[in-house]
């Protein structure tokens, strides 16, 4: 039987102009892949700097990557993160 946790994932906010374009973020895109190799799928479109996501214990390991959005358009995605489970026993 599987169990479910939750990971708090939190980003800093874009602010220098080299970052944002010298414009407004819109809006954060998250997308996530369970290692299961189905590839990445959004899992958050909005205006914070954190979010909780639901993970599931079985699957030991999950890919997170991030990009913003302005007026100019998307920009790249971050440096994929993988979060995986540590087994101390």
């Known amino acids: 039987m599987s169990q479910n946790s939750v990971l708090y994932i939190k980003w800093d906010w874009l602010t220098s102009n080299e970052q ?3 414009t407004t973020i819109f809006e954060y895109i998250l997308e996530s892949s369970s290692g299961d190799m189905r590839g990445m799928h959004e ?3 909005g205006y914070h700097e954190a979010i909780m996501v639901g993970v ?5 390991s999950y890919d ?3 990009k913003a959005r302005n ?10 993160l ?5 087994d101390y026993t």
Do not use: A, C, M, P
Request: glycine residues 18%; proline residues 0%; without cysteine.
């Open 43 to 45: 899992i958050f479109r």
């Open 20 to 22: 944002t374009g010298g």
């Open 71 to 80: 007026i100019y358009g998307e920009g790249e995605f971050s440096e994929l």
């Open 64 to 66: 997170f990557r991030i």
């Open 82 to 86: 993988t979060v995986g489970q540590v």
């Open 56 to 60: 599931n214990q079985d699957i030991k």
